[in-house]
T-cell receptor, first 114, second 112 residues
Framework: QKEVEQDPGPLSVPEGAIVSLNCTYS??????FMWYRQYSRKGPELLMY????GNKEDGRFTAQVDKSSKYISLFIRDSQPSDSATYLC??????????????FGRGTSLIVHP | DTGVSQDPRHKITKRGQNVTFRCDPI?????LYWYRQTLGQGPEFLTY????????KSRLLSDRFSAERPKGSFSTLEIQRTEQGDSAMYLC??????????FGSGTRLTVV
């Protein structure tokens, strides 16, 4: 079992729909939860990050974290064709020695059709 | 601040050849990370540096892989005796301590 599970999709929605993207994780020591967007053949771009349980909103994007369930979500309102991309969840995982590195899910491919 | 820069963007090499990739991090970022990403998968951690010190290298895929960060500025990732299974996107990221992880556009390696 991977440390971070994410459904690869693809998820296909009509323009204007509300999109829900989700990840689960296994290690309660994981922290600092992030969402990245990645267009084809490009590097990941950080969309949002949050430290704690609860919701964080930024424009059309809302990140939600439930540490008790080890479950994180990204909601996209009024989705646009330009939102079509792969969305990667990530979180800081502890290394031996006390440092942390981002650990990623496999990404969900989102297609928003006009 | 021009972001994280990686060079080259695409490298095609013959099996058995050595390749080296370069990463220039954001100037004020003290940490630098290397990841590998294969098709349909998320980035997989390889190694990271804090300033010039390589603090974690146990996840490098084999002894054919090595990384350096002389003087704590740019970094290089070298793969010796490339194999077809090394074909992937190699990503570099930088951060200030444990936050603000910014990725470059990656170097796409094709081994033929």
């Amino acid at each position: 079992q991977k440390e971070v599970e994410q459904d690869p999709g693809p998820l296909s929605v009509p323009e204007g729909a509300i999109v829900s993207l989700n990840c689960t994780y296994s290690n309660s020591a994981f922290q600092y939860f992030m969402w990245y967007r990645q267009y084809s053949r490009k590097g990941p771009e950080l969309l949002m990050y949050t430290y704690s349980s609860g919701n964080k909103e930024d424009g059309r994007f809302t990140a939600q974290v439930d540490k008790s369930s080890k479950y994180i979500s990204l909601f996209i309102r009024d989705s646009q064709p330009s939102d079509s991309a792969t969305y990667l969840c990530a979180m800081r995982a502890p290394l031996s020695g006390g440092s942390y590195i981002p650990t990623f899910g496999r990404g969900t491919s989102l297609i928003v059709h006009p | 601040d021009t972001g994280v820069s990686q060079d080259p963007r695409h490298k095609i090499t013959k099996r058995g050849q050595n390749v080296t990739f370069r990463c220039d991090p954001i100037s004020e970022h003290n940490r630098l990370y290397w990841y590998r990403q294969t098709l349909g998968q998320g980035p997989e951690f390889l190694t990271y540096f804090q300033n010039e010190a390589q603090l974690e290298k146990s996840r490098l895929l084999s002894d054919r892989f090595s990384a350096e960060r002389p003087k704590g500025s740019f970094s290089t990732l070298e793969i010796q005796r490339t194999e077809q299974g090394d074909s992937a996107m190699y990503l570099c990221a930088s951060s200030v301590a444990d936050r603000g992880y910014t990725f470059g556009s990656g170097t796409r390696l094709t081994v033929v």
